[in-house]
Structures are given as structure tokens and as C-alpha cells.
């Protein structure tokens, strides 16, 4: 049996079972409730994206913060929080590369970052591989193997910094088109710090624009990060259990990214939604006037003036008013977000507020329940308003209305949970909860 055994799954409360359309889909055995944890995994091999070299640690991928980070004196290349994660670092790959690294590094600056980021993948990869891996079946090396390649098969390989002697030329290719769409965006409070390999994760969860699952990512010491599936909304028995590939609110742009990287086309309600709102109707660019478009979102969805507790993404996407469906357009989304955050911390304030309100809105229709970017937002509005009343005073309107979006933040990312570096929005609203509250 693969590292996907049944004995394995059923620790976890799922199991495998044919798909009518996919290879498989994961399904719940047990009832979860919202905010449950129903899968845990480490990295295989990870890579800190270029802008966070040397601000994290490349073992553990922790923000270094205030400390400083131990740099490597082989290579120069690698920063590690102490030397613990140093030494278990050099023991799992580095010590294999550390001395190519340099003239390897130097050699890729010609490559797209995208091609550099799989090529310092794919060699952390090959320097951890052990002659056991290519032969044992519950392997994460051999889950890896068992994945569908990716659609651009064809394409070659990046050039690797070294290959072990056991690993045949051929395997490099084979692991190459496999993680090249099988590797996952790390993410600590949904900011991007880097790519890694998570085999069985791969391997179980399909992918749904309207998902009950969402990963997000445990960082800690000396060791890989993890990825932990936690449930947006409770999941019954039998129901299958999806996560999102790529962000919903990427409207006219996911089908394409699900072709071309995956090979399949989405068919989930969302899907289907847009597929049947006629071309003319999405103007090419956003109107400059969008005042009555924002209005109308903020009516249909009723959070105008935070006038809520408990968010739920109840608004059917059939029933939206065919008047509002300009809206869903990456251009409209974009400009409404710019607007919002150019306002935010300065103001004016009441323009950030209405941008904001028609902003959540949006995500109500697009998102489904408990997604933690409608807790972030929600958090940015609460704050919005908080600064509102420490600059121009304040009123009952002003501290309730911040009070309710700070309270529908807490719905939204106490289910999602901690993730991440330390810190993080659930401390930042824990602050923010205090001044409105107390002060």
C-alpha cells in the first residue's frame, strides 16, 4: 500500500472513492464541525519565494522579525533562525548542495521567476531523495510519483543544482511534471512566502471555487511547514471535502489558469454562474462612475453601515439582479479594492467605508462561508472605522458599526484559526476588540 493507505486515511476520518469525472475524491466518514482540523501534513520539500530570502528562516520558513538570521558559510545563500534549524536543515538537504549553490544560483538569473522558483524546488527535492524512496511503496517520494503530470508535460525540466547518482535522468522529468501543478502557495495571513511539495494532499483534495476546506499553514522550529485542512462549514458524512487551487475572486481568469496548469474545467455552481452571464454585460474595463453599482451591492447584500453579527454567504448567485452583474469583473474588483485600501488609513474615511461595505458585499457573493480573506476584510473595515473615530470623533453610529465588523471578523477567522507567523490578525483584532470595548 502507498503512504495513502486506507488504515492511513481512516485516522483522519476520510477515505477515497471514485469521482464520475475527476480520478478520485475525498469524502468524510464522520460528521466535522466548522473550524475542525480533518488533515495534517509536512512539506516534502519546500523554497522561500526571492523576496523572503533572508527574511525568513529556510528551514522553517519563520519570519525572523527582530532577530537576526544565522547565514550559511558554505554558500552564503541560506539564513536559519539558530543553529538548530541550521543543523537539521543541512541534514535533510543542504548539505548536499551547499557547495553548487552559488554558481547553481547564478546560473538561473536568466529564467522567469517562476522557472527559478521550480528549479530551487525541484533540487531541494533530488537532495533529500534516498535510494529507499524509489523503492518503498508508502513513500511521500512514491504518492508524488502516483500524481497525474501536469498538462505541459512536454515542457523540459529546469536545470537542478544536483542529481544524485541513483536518480536517473528520466526520474528528474518524471518528478518535474508531477509538482510543476501539484505544488502549493504557502501563505502566513494570506501573504505568499514561498512553494512546497505536500504529495498526499495533492493526491486527496479536489479543487471547488465554493469549497468546505481551506489549507492553511503551521510554522514552528526545526521542522518542515505543515498544512493543516481545516473545515469552513460543518461537513456531513459522505459529502466530499474540497479546497480551492487557486483564489474564487480570479473570476475571468480561473478556468484558463485550471486548463492550462491542471487539465480539467471547473464545473462548481460558481462556475456555472459566470458561464451564463452574457459577454455584453461585463464591460472590458471598470465604468469610472461605479457609485450605483457599489450602492446596489451594498442593498442586496445589507451589510451598509456594518449592520451585522454573524456573517453567512447566503446570497444565492442566481438570484443577483442582472444590474450587479458588472460586477463580477477582475477589473471592477481590483478598482473597488484600490479604492478601498487608498482610503483606508488616511482617508477619507467615508469613502473607504462605502468602498469597503460594497467590497464585502462582492465577497459575500464570491466566497463561501467562514473564508478567512472575508475575515481579513471585515478586520480592515473595523479598523477603517476605528480610525475614523480616534481622528474625527466619535459616535454610537461610528463605535457600533466598528463593534459589529470587528465582531463578524471573530465569526469568520476564529474558524480558519491560527496559522502562520505569531502575530497575525486574531491578535490584531484581539487589540482592536479592547479599544472598542474598554477604552
Given at each position: ?192 512566502f514561498g512553494h512546497g511539495i505536500f504529495p498526499l494532499a ?54 484558463q489558469i485550471f486548463k492550462l496548469s491542471y487539465g480539467f ?62 460586477a463580477f469583473k477582475e477589473a471592477f474588483i481590483s478598482s ?104
Amino acid at each position: 500500500m502507498s503512504e495513502y493507505s486506507e488504515q492511513k486515511l481512516a485516522l483522519f476520518h476520510i477515505q477515497l472513492q471514485p469521482h464520475p469525472r475527476a480520478r478520485d475524491q475525498v469524502v468524510a466518514t464522520t460528521d466535522f464541525t466548522e473550524g475542525s482540523v480533518i488533515f495534517k501534513q509536512h512539506a516534502l520539500a519546500t523554497a522561500l519565494l526571492p523576496a523572503e530570502k533572508g527574511r525568513r528562516c529556510d528551514a522553517c520558513s519563520r519570519l525572523a522579525f527582530d532577530r537576526a538570521l544565522r547565514r550559511c558559510s558554505g554558500c552564503a545563500e541560506y539564513y536559519y533562525c539558530d543553529e538548530h534549524c541550521q543543523r537539521y536543515h543541512w541534514q535533510k538537504n543542504h548539505k548536499r548542495i551547499c557547495k553548487l549553490y552559488s554558481s547553481f544560483s547564478a546560473s538561473l538569473g536568466s529564467l522567469p521567476e517562476h522557472s527559478r522558483m521550480d528549479a530551487i524546488l525541484l533540487s531541494h527535492l533530488l537532495a533529500q531523495i534516498t535510494p529507499d524512496d524509489l523503492t518503498t511503496d508508502s513513500s511521500p517520494v512514491q504518492t508524488l510519483l502516483s500524481l497525474l503530470p501536469s498538462p505541459q508535460e512536454e515542457n523540459p525540466a529546469p536545470p537542478v543544482c544536483n542529481v544524485p547518482q541513483f536518480v536517473p535522468s528520466i526520474l528528474v522529468q518524471t518528478l518535474f511534471v508531477r509538482f510543476q501543478n501539484n505544488n502549493f502557495a504557502m501563505h502566513s495571513h494570506l501573504s505568499t512566502f514561498g512553494h512546497g511539495i505536500f504529495p498526499l494532499a495533492s493526491r486527496l483534495f479536489n479543487h471547488s471555487c465554493v469549497p468546505n476546506a481551506a489549507a492553511r499553514y503551521i510554522l514552528r522550529p526545526r521542522e518542515p511547514v505543515k498544512m493543516e485542512v481545516v473545515a469552513l462549514r460543518p461537513i456531513l458524512a459522505g459529502e466530499e471535502i474540497c479546497i480551492p487551487y487557486v483564489d474564487p475572486a480570479l473570476l475571468e481568469t480561473r478556468q484558463q489558469i485550471f486548463k492550462l496548469s491542471y487539465g480539467f474545467e471547473c464545473r462548481c455552481s460558481s462556475c456555472q454562474f459566470l458561464s451564463r452571464i452574457s459577454k455584453n454585460q461585463l464591460p472590458s474595463e471598470a465604468s469610472p462612475d461605479t457609485s450605483e453599482l457599489e450602492a446596489g451591492l451594498r442593498e442586496l447584500s445589507g451589510v451598509d453601515e456594518g449592520s451585522i453579527t454573524r456573517l453567512r454567504t447566503s446570497i444565492v448567485q442566481d438570484t443577483i439582479p442582472s444590474h450587479l452583474h458588472p460586477a463580477f469583473k477582475e477589473a471592477f474588483i481590483s478598482s473597488l479594492s484600490k479604492k478601498f485600501t487608498d482610503a483606508a488609513h488616511d482617508g477619507p474615511y467615508d469613502v473607504a467605508q462605502k468602498a469597503g461595505a460594497a467590497l464585502l458585499a462582492l465577497y459575500l457573493m464570491i466566497y463561501p462561508d467562514n473564508y478567512p480573506q472575508v475575515g481579513m476584510h471585515l478586520l480592515e473595515l473595523a479598523k477603517v472605522v476605528w480610525n475614523d473615530i480616534v481622528k474625527n470623533g466619535e459616535d454610537r453610529v461610528k463605535r457600533r458599526t466598528a463593534r459589529n465588523y470587528a465582531t463578524a471578523a471573530r465569526g469568520v477567522l476564529a474558524v480558519f484559526g491560527e496559522e502562520g507567523d505569531e502575530g497575525g490578525p486574531l491578535s490584531e483584532l484581539a487589540m482592536l476588540e479592547d479599544l472598542l470595548w474598554n477604552s
